[in-house]
């Protein structure tokens, strides 16, 4: 069974940092590329920062460029998302989710997600 389970997130006051973690199972990461996503409240949902199979591409939504970092261990099927100096407007639900092919940061191209895991920036 392919699973993607995220963890990391909580309540963090503006300016403050998170790590989010996604461990993946049933599947090796080796020949996935890697997304991170999130959605708010009345939003659609939208890419954070996306990563190619080998970790050599890397995308980053303007709204995040600076301040999140990507990354991937294959060998230990592991995905992070560095986040700092967060904002009250990163609050969100995040998702992590993989695809295969032609690297794409679209959530339409992902075809396993996993379950989220909440992130709320508030003073």
């Known amino acids: 069974q392919v699973q993607l389970v995220e963890s990391g997130g909580g309540l963090v006051q503006p300016g403050g940092s998170l790590t989010l973690s996604c461990a993946a199972s049933g599947f090796t990461l080796d020949y996935h590329f890697i997304g991170w996503f999130r959605q708010a409240p009345g939003k659609e949902r939208e890419g954070v920062s996306c990563?190619?199979?080998?970790?050599?591409?890397?995308y980053y939504a303007d709204s995040v460029k600076g301040r999140f970092t990507i990354s991937r261990d294959n060998a230990r099927n592991m995905v992070y998302l560095q986040m700092n100096n967060l904002e009250p407007e990163d609050t969100a639900v995040y998702y992590c989710?993989?695809?295969?092919?032609?690297?794409?940061?679209?959530?339409?191209?992902?075809?396993?997600w996993g379950q989220g895991t909440q992130v709320t920036v508030s003073s």
């Open positions: 989710a993989t695809g295969w092919g032609y690297y794409s940061c679209l959530p339409t191209e992902y075809p396993y």
């Open positions: 990563i190619s199979s080998d970790g050599g591409d890397t």
